[in-house]
């Protein structure tokens, strides 16, 4: 049985701070610091996702001589080494609002290893506000587990009809596929379950703060 454990979306957003703080400043930000830019109001719950992302072998252990959080060695600079491993396929944008047809470019685009599963993967680019209540914002990178299954409660990537692609939560009962916003001002959809073929399931999530 694999080892792997995914990181949590607030582990991953975290973590993509911290490769964009190393790649635009010589000093690794400290707590306080992280807590600020990402608008954390416990240090103690930061505390503990650091930790995680020490277990995950991304982050430095702390010690009383070492001022600020630093990315382990290995991983200094994540987003652009040379890894096939790391390498995964980029198929344009994907509606988290009204559905929207993917933009199949192809291109390659490099991630950190933790945010993907062993399994194959892709990226889409996020556009709308329908996702919003779970953290996922217009213009962040979704990383999609290739599959057509999920289980109640996921959040999925859905082709409509064969031909519109969205990103939803999934209710499935044996007369209906319900794709359900996380946004309070919008409306679940509805459909027949021979309309909804789902493409895969949402295993990790990445955002730039450079604009």
């Not at 707590?31 to 072998?57: M, N, P, Y």
């Not at 399994?119 to 996020?126: A, F, G, P």
């Not at 299954?149 to 044996?174: C, F, H, M, R, S």
Request: glycine share 4%.
């Amino acid at each position: 049985m694999s080892d792997y454990q995914p990181l949590t979306r607030k582990q991953q957003e975290i973590y993509q701070f911290l490769v964009k703080h190393y790649q635009n400043s010589d000093n690794p930000p400290t707590l306080d610091e992280i807590c600020s830019a990402l608008g954390l109001r416990s240090r103690g719950s930061l505390h503990k996702h650091i930790q995680h992302l020490v277990d995950a072998k991304l982050v430095e252990p702390s010690n009383r001589k070492q001022r600020g959080i630093r990315l382990t060695t290995s991983e200094n600079t994540p987003i652009i080494e040379n890894s096939k491993n790391n390498t995964i396929p980029y198929l344009g944008k994907i509606a988290a609002g009204q559905p929207l047809e993917a933009i199949a470019d192809y291109s390659k685009i490099m991630i950190p290893t933790q945010l993907k599963t062993e399994n194959d993967c892709y990226v889409l680019q996020v556009t709308g506000d329908s996702m919003i209540d779970l953290g996922i914002f217009n213009n962040d990178w979704v990383i999609i587990e290739k599959r057509n299954y999920a289980k109640n409660g996921d959040v999925i990537v859905a082709l409509i009809n064969n031909d519109e692609v969205t990103l939803k939560i999934i209710e499935q009962t044996p007369s209906k596929t319900i794709l359900i916003p996380a946004n309070k001002s919008m409306q679940p959809m509805h459909f027949d379950p021979n309309n909804v073929q789902i493409q895969g399931i949402l295993v990790g999530q990445m955002r730039s703060y450079i604009h």
